[in-house]
C-alpha cells in the first residue's frame, strides 16, 4: 500500500502537517499517528495493509490505527500501487448555459496607449468603433433570457476605456434595471477604468447605481508612468492619482479596487502595494503578472517571475500578521488563495468563460471573454441569433479533458485547472494549452497559502467571516 499523491499532499511547517485532500481541497491537520502512517506509506518499504497496521500498532492502538488507515482508502490517498487511481472531475458536459454575466466592450477605443495592453482590437479615440444601443439592449436581453432561474445578473462594461462611451453607459442601465424589475432579477452593474475621464457626476451617478469599481492603475509616480501613458506618450499618473483621491473621497457604495499589472522591469510589489493601499487608500489591489513569452517585450523574465513570487510571500507573511489582529491588509492575490481554500474550492475548468460569462464586442459577437475580443479564436454565436450552442460546448468539453496533461495528477488541479485560456493562446497560440511555465509557483504558492490559512484559522477564526466571506456578496 502507497500513498497516491496524486490525490493526496502534505504541507509541513513549524511542527503541524496539513493533509490536502486533493479531489475536495479539505485540509485536515496530522496528528501523530496520522503523520507517522503517511510517512510510513510514502517510504520505500512497499508494505501491504496488514504489514503497515502491524508496524503502526506496535505504537499506536490497533483500533486508531485501523480507523485511520480505512479513512485514507476511503479518500484513495492510501492504495494499492498497480490500483492507483486519479480522482478528477468528470469531463464537463454542457447542456445547458445559465449566464450570470456579460461583458459589454462599448468602445474599442481608449485614450491611453499603455505599452502591455493585450487588446487586438484597440484604437485611439478617434478610430475608437463603439458598440450602439441596439446590440447593447440585445445583449441584455439575451443575458436575462439565458439567466434561467437566476435571481441576480451582472452586466461588466469594458473597453478601450468604457468612459468613452458613457451616454451608452446610461442608456444600458437604465434599460437594463428595468427589464430586470419586470422579470424579478437584480441587475448589478460594475467597470473596469483608467480613472482619467472620472468627473464628480460620473462617480455620483455610480454611486446612485451602486456599481463594482475597478481602477487600473500601476502604482507610484515613476513605475506607473513607465506604461500607462497617454497616445501621445505622456505619463498619466498625476492626473490618474487626482481622479482617484476625488473617486475614493466620494464613492460609498462599495469598496474600491485598484487592478496592478506587473510587466518586464516591474516586480517592486511591495513599494506598489504601501503606496496604492497605505498612500492612496484603495480597498484591496490585486496583482497580475504577465507572463507572455519573454521576446514579446513586456513579459516578465523567468527571474522576474520569481521575484514577484518572493514578494508576494512576504507580503503574504504580514497578511498573516496582520490577520491574526484582525486586520485586513487589502492584498487580493492572498485573499483569492484564502477564499479558495475556505470554501474548497473544485475547479473542473479554469474560470467562468464561457459557462457564466461572455463578452460581446463592438458588433454583437459573443467572445470567450473580454480578453479575446478582436482575437483570431471563433466566435461563440452573437446576440441576435444566439449562442452558438455545440461549439461553445464542444470547447469547454475539451477544456475539462485532463486525459493525458500534466494536470491529471497535479496536487492544486482543482484550483488551477489548467490556467488562463488567454495566457495560453498568447504564450502558445491554444488557449486549451497548459500554462506549464508557472506550474511549479502555483504550487509553491499553494502550500505557502496552507500554512497561511492553517495559522489564521487556528488563532483567529473570525477573521474569514469578516473580512472573506462578505467577498461573495460585493460584487
Known amino acids: 500500500m502507497k500513498f497516491n499523491h496524486a490525490n493526496g499532499h502534505v504541507v509541513r511547517f513549524d511542527g503541524r502537517a496539513m493533509l490536502l485532500h486533493v479531489p475536495t481541497t479539505a485540509l485536515f491537520e496530522l496528528d501523530e499517528l496520522g503523520r507517522a502512517a503517511v510517512d510510513l506509506s510514502q517510504s520505500s518499504a512497499g508494505l501491504d495493509r496488514e504489514g503497515l497496521s502491524a508496524q503502526l500498532a506496535a505504537r499506536f492502538a490497533r483500533q486508531d490505527v485501523e480507523g485511520f488507515l480505512a479513512r485514507l482508502e476511503q479518500l484513495d490517498i492510501l ?12 469531463r464537463v458536459k454542457v447542456e445547458a448555459y445559465p449566464l450570470s454575466t456579460l461583458v459589454l466592450n462599448v468602445n474599442t477605443g481608449c485614450n491611453l ?8 482590437d484597440l484604437a485611439t479615440p478617434a478610430l475608437g468603433k463603439k458598440m450602439n444601443f441596439d446590440t447593447a439592449s440585445r445583449s441584455v436581453d439575451l443575458l436575462l433570457t439565458q439567466a434561467a432561474q437566476r435571481s441576480r445578473v451582472g452586466v461588466v462594461f469594458f473597453g478601450g476605456e468604457p468612459l468613452t462611451n458613457m451616454p451608452l453607459i446610461r442608456q444600458v442601465v437604465e434599460y437594463a434595471a428595468e427589464r430586470g424589475r419586470e422579470q424579478d432579477k437584480i441587475v448589478d452593474f460594475s467597470l473596469t477604468t483608467n480613472a482619467t475621464m472620472l468627473t464628480p457626476d460620473i462617480v ?4 446612485e447605481h451602486r456599481f463594482g469599481i475597478s481602477v487600473s492603475i500601476d502604482g507610484p509616480k515613476l513605475i506607473h508612468d513607465r506604461n500607462r501613458r497617454t497616445v501621445g506618450g505622456r505619463g498619466t499618473y498625476d492626473v490618474v492619482a487626482r481622479k482617484v483621491r476625488m473617486l475614493l473621497d466620494r464613492y460609498r457604495a462599495k469598496p474600491v479596487g485598484a487592478r496592478v499589472t506587473l510587466t518586464s522591469g516591474t516586480t517592486e510589489v511591495e513599494a506598489i502595494h504601501a503606496h496604492l493601499r497605505g498612500e492612496i487608500g484603495f480597498h484591496e ?42 486586520r485586513n491588509t487589502g492584498f487580493s492575490n492572498m485573499h483569492q488563495l484564502m477564499t479558495d481554500l475556505h470554501e474548497g474550492r473544485r475547479k ?27 482575437s483570431e479564436l471563433p466566435l ?11 461549439a461553445l460546448s464542444a470547447f469547454l468539453e475539451k477544456a475539462s479533458d485532463r486525459e493525458g496533461t500534466h494536470c491529471q495528477t497535479c496536487r492544486i488541479r482543482n484550483l488551477c485547472a489548467g490556467g488562463c485560456y488567454h495566457e495560453s493562446y498568447t504564450r502558445y497560440g491554444d488557449p486549451h494549452h497548459r500554462t506549464y511555465h508557472y506550474c511549479d509557483l502555483l504550487r509553491g504558492w499553494v502550500d505557502f497559502g496552507v500554512r497561511i490559512y492553517t495559522d489564521i484559522m487556528a488563532n483567529n477564526p473570525e477573521f474569514f467571516s469578516v473580512h472573506i466571506e462578505p467577498r461573495r456578496t460585493v460584487a
Open 348 to 374: 473542473a475548468l479554469p474560470c467562468g468563460a464561457g459557462v457564466g460569462l461572455l463578452a460581446v464586442d463592438k458588433d454583437g459577437g459573443l467572445n470567450l471573454c473580454h480578453r479575446f475580443t478582436g
Open 113 to 120: 496607449g499603455c505599452t502591455y495592453c493585450y487588446k487586438e
Open 204 to 207: 455620483d451617478y455610480f454611486n
Open 380 to 390: 461563440f454565436g452573437n446576440v441576435e441569433t444566439g449562442i452558438d450552442k455545440p
Open 79 to 90: 492504495q494499492a500501487p498497480e490500483h492507483f487511481r486519479t480522482v478528477n472531475p468528470n
Open 285 to 326: 489591489v490585486g496583482y497580475a503578472p504577465v507572463t507572455a513569452t519573454e521576446d514579446a517585450g513586456h513579459g516578465l523574465s523567468t527571474a522576474e517571475l520569481h521575484e514577484v513570487h518572493a514578494a508576494f510571500e512576504r507580503m503574504g507573511e504580514e497578511y498573516r500578521v496582520q490577520a491574526l489582529r484582525g
